[in-house]
């Protein structure tokens, strides 16, 4: 079993529709949790993080969380067609960042 | 100020040659990172120097040979790489869970 999974995708939403990108973890002693960005040929960019259980919200962003379901996922409200990119989920293990295969992600216009 | 600055941005180099990426932030993070990424794959984990100590090896070969001269500052130093070296190699930093990215640099061994 995979340490973090993501659907590969492509997840195809059209513009101003919410976008839910999902990721589940297999170590249940995981405390920190984040979401990145990355658009083709470019680095990850951090656009979210969540320690607790439940929502945290930024701008169109939010991420939710439920350590009991090993469960974290990522929801884009009003979908812009800049938002087609790759995102990775991560999990903090011993000092490490665990990414997942990313899930891609097309908005069209 | 979330800036972790790598260079160079591109390295084309050959199997012989011996090179160094570098990598520079001054945000006070206490722990920098090395990862390797191949095309449509996540980011791999090589090394990790925690308050300027090598704390993770991720059974990397020897070819690539990390330093960390100060908090500010992680090198890598590669040397006899192979092809299949090719890859984004990015640095990061974080003061305590959530990791920022440099640019990377894009290598191409020939």
């Known amino acids: 079993q995979k340490e973090v999974e993501q659907n590969s995708g492509p997840l195809s939403v059209p513009e101003g529709a919410i976008a839910s990108l999902n990721c589940t973890y297999s170590d249940r002693g995981s405390q920190s949790f984040f979401w990145y960005r990355q658009y083709s040929g470019k680095s990850p960019e951090l656009i979210m993080f969540i320690y607790s259980n439940g929502d945290k919200e930024d701008g169109r962003f939010t991420a939710q969380l439920n350590k009991a379901s090993q469960y974290v996922s990522l929801l884009i409200r009003d979908s812009q067609p800049s938002d087609s990119a790759t995102y990775l989920c991560a999990v903090t293990g011993f000092q490490k960042l665990v990414f997942g295969t990313g899930t891609r992600l097309l908005v069209s216009p | 100020d979330t800036e972790v600055t790598q260079t160079p941005k591109h390295l084309v180099m050959g199997m012989t040659n011996k090179k160094s990426l570098k990598c520079e932030q001054h945000m006070g993070h206490r722990a920098m990172y090395w990862y390797k990424q191949k095309a449509k794959k996540p980011p791999e984990l090589m090394f990790v120097y925690s308050y300027e100590k090598l704390s993770i090896n991720e059974s990397v070969p020897s070819r690539f040979s990390p330093e960390c001269p100060n908090s500010s500052l992680l090198n890598l130093h590669l040397h006899a790489l192979q092809p299949e070296d090719s890859a984004l190699y990015l640095c990061?930093?974080?003061?305590?869970?959530?990791?920022?990215f440099g640019q990377g640099t894009r290598l191409t061994v020939v």
């Open positions: 990061a930093s974080s003061q305590r869970t959530e990791a920022f």
